[in-house]
Structure formats: structure tokens, C-alpha cells
């Protein structure tokens, strides 16, 4: 049987004002909190999208995909951020541990882990600024390794 063309999932519904305002609030919500906590925490973006999400979740899909979305990418920052955090402790150790005859190896490591951490902000920064652009726009927007968590 052929699938009639009044389906209802063929039926796209461009968001309202208020559903695109809403939605670009998770991710500027989830920027700004960070921001100001710092990027490593990341723990405050998560909330400030989780409370839109709490927020609107029932009344718009829109809405709700948007700063789920943003949760879980904030939510990946910050898991990424302990694992940088956690290597540079490591490095450390074994700078410690080896009466410094490690660094040979350390310091380059070192070098190549700063130069992830800047790639980690800078994704995360442009990244948020895509989905708001995303959003106000009314299209959908899904961050770059974001990992899905929830949702």
C-alpha cells in the first residue's frame, strides 16, 4: 500500500517566535552559565539547558529536542574536559614519578594536550553558536561529538 501523501509525519510545522526563542534560551542558557563557571566545570551549561528542557518539554518538540540537544553536548564537553584534566594529572605523575627524566616525553604529550583542550573550547564555542543560529532559524541542530545521553 502506497503511503498517502496527508500523512501526518510528511507534515512539517515551521516553529513559532516564541519555540525558536526558547530553543536558542537552552544553548545561550547552557554558553553563558559555562562562560561564566569555566568551560572545564561545564556542569552549570548542563543545568542552565536542563531547565529549559524541565521548562518546555511538554509543550514543544521543538523546544525540547533543542535543549536536549544542548544537554547532552554540555554534558560531553564536561566529560571530555575530565579526561583532558585526568590525562595532565597523569602526565604529571609520571614527570614526578621518573625524577624528571619523563619530560622528554611529557612535555610534548603536554604540548599535544593543550592544543586538544584548545580544540575542545573552540568546538564547544563555535558548536553553541551554530545551534543557536540553528535555532532561531527554526531548523534542527546536532552538536559535533556530542555523545547522546540522554534522550
Known sequence: MNASVHDSSLVTTT????????ALAAHLAALLLALM????????????AL??????????????DHALEAVNFNLS???YSCIAVAIGIA???ISIITLGL??????????????AV??????????????MVAAWEGRAYRYPLSIRLLG
Do not use: H
Open 15 to 22: 516553529p513559532s517566535t516564541s519555540e525558536r526563542q526558547w
Open 37 to 48: 563557571t569555566s568551560w572545564l566545570v561545564g556542569v552549570a551549561g548542563v543545568v542552565g
Open 51 to 64: 531547565a529549559v528542557w524541565l521548562l518546555k518539554r511538554d509543550d514543544s518538540r521543538f523546544v525540547a
Open 77 to 79: 564537553m564536561l566529560i
Open 91 to 93: 602526565l604529571v605523575g
Open 102 to 115: 619523563g619530560l622528554l616525553l611529557t612535555i610534548p604529550a603536554g604540548l599535544m594536550l593543550l592544543v
Open 118 to 131: 584548545a580544540g575542545i573550547a573552540l568546538l564547544w564555542l563555535v558548536g553553541s553558536i551554530l545551534a
